[in-house]
């Protein structure tokens, strides 16, 4: 069996996402915002049976793009690159087939690792994500993300982000 198969709701997630991520520091305040917009890709060829790009933009006009191409194996896929290395599994023990559970650490910081759940809503439009950031056994901060999909047709937005480039 392959990804989709094996990987049933984070297949689910395939598609164009944008939404808004907020970080708080580990008192609740507020400390930065900024709209996304993710997409994420199940390639039918290429090395990596999974890849997400994430597009971030702040009001005053600053702009980030980051690649997160992932391989796949035990039933999770797994991150190693220059930003993170990690994994993200189904949580097999919700009965509702809606959370995807991810660890990650930055690379070179092995003081820090973040620990993020996914929620996708039943009719897979909506999904929520939150990020608990843990650097040497206390929480540093937290991240909150609403989205919504927008298309199903990373292709199309895939192409567009490449002529944009």
């Known amino acids: 069996m392959g990804i989709r198969e094996d990987m049933p709701l984070l297949a689910r ?3 164009v996402w944008e939404g808004t991520y907020r970080y708080y520091d580990a008192t609740g305040r507020l ?3 900024h709209r996304s917009r993710l997409l994420c890709r199940f390639p039918d060829e290429g090395p990596w049976p999974y890849h997400q790009t994430n597009i971030y933009e702040w009001a005053s006009g600053k702009r980030e793009v980051r690649d997160f191409p ?3 194996r035990d039933g999770r896929i797994w991150w190693n690159n220059e930003l993170i290395q990690g994994w993200a599994a189904e949580l097999g023990l919700d009965d509702k087939a809606r959370t995807v559970v991810l660890y990650w650490q930055r690379t070179g910081d092995p003081d820090l690792y973040l620990y993020e759940m996914i929620q996708l809503s039943d009719d897979g439009t909506k999904r929520c994500r939150t990020w608990h950031w843990i650097r040497n056994g ?3 901060q937290r ?3 609403e989205e919504v999909l927008v298309s ?3 292709r199309a937005a895939d192409a567009e982000l490449k002529t944009a480039a």
């Open 138 to 140: 206390q929480l540093e």
């Open 70 to 72: 992932a391989s796949y």
């Open 31 to 33: 400390v930065d915002e």
């Open 152 to 154: 199903r047709d990373w």
């Open 143 to 145: 991240t909150a993300i």
């Open 13 to 15: 997630h395939e598609g």
